[in-house]
């Protein structure tokens, strides 16, 4: 059971190119979503989605697309990278139908930027 | 804005019973998490609590909830060496998003 995966798991990118984060979950998820974590300041959210074709912004969805086509994949697109997007990205999923609201994760996608 | 606050880090000796405590602004939310990062990993949920519940208890682990004080805490009894990890606390709002903790260092000494 694969649950969340993301690639690339680490990536360098000089400021201005472009790239996009790969995330697919196998367990019929209806939501899914994209955080950047730094140092000191825990997870943030760049822009999640409830379904196939709805995308909504998050917290900082700023320099970031996402497009949502199928349940399984939600691909984070970053059009002119900047230092300010170094991080540590991770895609989380859930089922909607239960209240609990668990966020599975997957192992996380270091990017940065010269 | 809805804000959650928790230590950055807590040391502790194998052994004793490790507390990490969490602070909440947002009284309207359904229920609270804690979640364990481990190194190099992403999060896994650890344990929740609902918010009408005042503590839950799951082997090792006790939630305590003080709604009055928008408190919540997490107590590990007989900390071991697997439990070194970032523990991230999060409440959950009305339209299903997550406002997160920056997230506990737990660091074990020997």
Known sequence: NAGVTQTPKFQVLKTGQSMTLQCAQDM?????????????????LIHYSVGAGITDQGEVPNG??????????????LLSAAPSQ???YFCASSYRGTNTGELFFGEGSRLTVL | GEDVE??????????????????????????????????????QLLTYIFSNMDMKQDQRLTVLLNKKDKHLSLRIADTQTGDSAIYFCAESL???????GAGTKLIIKP
Request: aromatic share 16%; charged share 20%.
């Open chain 2, 94 to 100: 009305m339209n299903y998003q997550l406002i997160w």
């Open chain 2, 6 to 43: 928790q230590s950055l880090f807590l040391s502790v000796r194998e052994g004793d019973s490790s507390v990490i405590n969490c602070t909440y602004t947002d009284s309207s939310s359904t229920y609270l998490y804690w979640y364990k990062q481990e190194p190099g990993a992403g999060l």
């Open chain 1, 28 to 44: 019929n998820h209806e939501y899914m979503s994209w955080y950047r974590q730094d140092p000191g300041m825990g997870l943030r």
């Open chain 1, 86 to 88: 170094t991080s540590v």
């Open chain 1, 64 to 77: 970031y697309n996402v497009s949502r086509s199928t349940t399984e994949d939600f691909p984070l697109r």
